[in-house]
DNA sequence: TAAACTAGTTACCTTCGCGTAACCATTGCC
DNA sequence: GGCAATGGTTACGCGAAGGTAACTAGTTTA
């Protein structure tokens, strides 16, 4: 999200929505996990999104410090993607939001 | 998020993001916190959001059991919305979400 | 000679999110 | 009669998000 309104409001939640909000920022960094993966590789796991999108957020993630980006010069061209450490302190929180919804979900089955 | 392929992903994060994905879901959670709010005091605090979208935000958080309605069959019309158990559960991770983000934002400062 | 592999980039087009503005019902107040 | 207040709903339209397909480079493989 680049809208100016969002990264400069008054409301902290806002703000942080301005860098992790989105369809695919917060499935990105969980995919990546504490691993380096390959673009090929994250194409592959997140196979929902395509090529042109990916590209985009994860430059994004990197202009935004949460994701590191390292590029080979090989061939077949490698480029490694990894977070950073601010990255790495967003992943005991995604764990927590997957546990809170699979909680929900049974609760859900629970209940019918 | 509508999106069926999201809602039935094999990812649990992809899950996840299918009921909190969205610009505003988390900022409405946040404003909302402990407290029994009327629809145009939520309209004031968020004032970049459209009431009509506000309206729609709402309906898909009650839908999947995070927010409450209650409407007073008075004159003029008031509806109080609040979190369930369940949206109160997030509260802590979205406290969470917005330290990561302020720290993140003071080492930027004391890097430059 | 042609194809395959990697990590993109680009042009093009469609879809959807979102904002704006007008409108509704009901009652009390002036 | 007309306006205000509340909590919406509706029609309309723009702009951005995102998908598809084609194209790039250099080397290996068939």
Known sequence: MKDAAFCTSSCPMTRT???LGGKWKLILIDHLGERRVRFGQLAQ???LISRKVLTEQLKE???DGIV????FAELPPRVEYSLTAHGLALLPILAQL???HCSAATA???AA
């Open 98 to 100: 997957r546990s809170w």
């Open 108 to 110: 859900e089955v629970a």
């Open 68 to 71: 590191r980006r390292e590029a």
């Open 17 to 19: 929505m301005s860098v």
């Open 61 to 63: 993630l990197e202009d």
């Open 45 to 47: 796991r997140v196979s």
